[in-house]
């Protein structure tokens, strides 16, 4: 039991260190594209507004959701192989 903490403290500090500059990369580029959209297309009026609105929209969307992964597979993974070690 003890083993397990002192190898999953540290794991989860790790994956949570990399989920949030994922998270921070993903929403530069993000904002980016927003930018980059607002320039081609030549659209008028509130500029902030409208990476606002947007970055609202990726913060609600699947993609942003996916990002949840991090967590999700190595600790699947280390789950199952735990599992097929034990069980079977």
Known sequence: MFVALRFLIPLLIILTVIYF??????R???????IAH???????????????????QYDRSFRKKLLLGVYVVPLGAIALLLYITNFM
């Open 38 to 56: 607002w320039e081609k297309k030549g659209i008028t009026g509130d500029r902030e507004a409208f990476l606002k609105r947007g970055m609202r």
């Open 28 to 34: 530069w580029v993000r904002r980016g594209k927003l």
């Open 21 to 26: 500059v994922l998270s921070l990369y993903s």
